[in-house]
């Protein structure tokens, strides 16, 4: 847990140094007003993936941006698990293992990515959902993690345009001290800045991320 603190420490002092400022990735009332319905949804059953088969833990963090890039392009950028260190703040190695033969560029439920971050933190992070090109779903665990019944997810929804829309959850449960510190500003930080670097990459033109509070 020590270890845990002072990396977060250090993490949050980058954070603070880094905040975005995408001036190409602004908000609109519009868009504000949908992150609230969506709150509101808590987004059980988009792109056909159901949540509560996999945890028990309440949407805590949702994001979304809208990007021009083509839809295939983008979930195959978001696939691409050592490539994360393009755009996940303090990442700097990403190791992937396989249960079973996939092609190139390619995933599976069952496939690992062990990341290394700034600090010596380790996490691993296996797909347990995967519906391509649309999204996948993965947990994730480390010795000083202190999320339980962790669930990622990240989706792309394509309009009519040839763009679309990229979709970020996380579901998890957090006690005690660990909960003071890290909610709600210990998560989504970090989420803003990738998402001010993947704006970059993927054409985006407007992001949000938000802390879910949890329903009355």
């Known amino acids: 847990m020590a270890q845990f603190k002072a990396t977060l420490a250090r993490g949050w002092d980058w954070i603070k140094a880094n905040k975005p400022r995408c001036e190409s990735c602004s908000l609109n009332g519009d868009e504000l007003k949908n992150a609230s319905e969506g709150r509101k949804r808590m987004a059980t059953n988009d792109l056909n993936f ?20 083509p839809p295939e392009k983008i ?11 393009q755009w996940l ?8 293992t396989h249960t079973q033969e996939v092609a190139p560029g390619e995933s599976a439920v069952g496939t690992a990515r062990k990341m290394v971050f700034e600090g010596g933190i380790t996490l691993v992070e296996t797909v347990v959902f995967w519906n391509p090109p649309l999204c996948y779903a993965y ?5 000083v993690f202190p999320l339980q ?3 990622g997810f990240m989706g792309v929804e394509p309009d009519k345009k040839g763009g679309g829309k990229f979709i970020f959850r996380e579901y998890f449960d957090v006690q005690g001290r660990v909960k003071q510190a890290i909610l709600p500003h210990g998560v989504v930080p970090p989420m803003r800045i990738a998402m001010r670097k993947l704006c970059k990459l993927i054409g985006g033109t407007e992001y949000e991320v938000k802390h879910v509070k949890a329903p009355h």
């Open 50 to 69: 159901d949540p509560t088969k996999f945890t028990s833990a309440r949407l805590q963090t949702e994001g979304w941006m809208k990007f021009t890039d």
């Open 149 to 151: 019944n962790y669930i």
């Open 75 to 85: 979930f195959a950028l978001l696939a691409d698990h050592k490539g994360m260190t």
């Open 139 to 143: 947990g994730t665990k480390g010795k």
């Open 89 to 96: 703040p303090l990442l700097k190695k990403v190791t992937v």
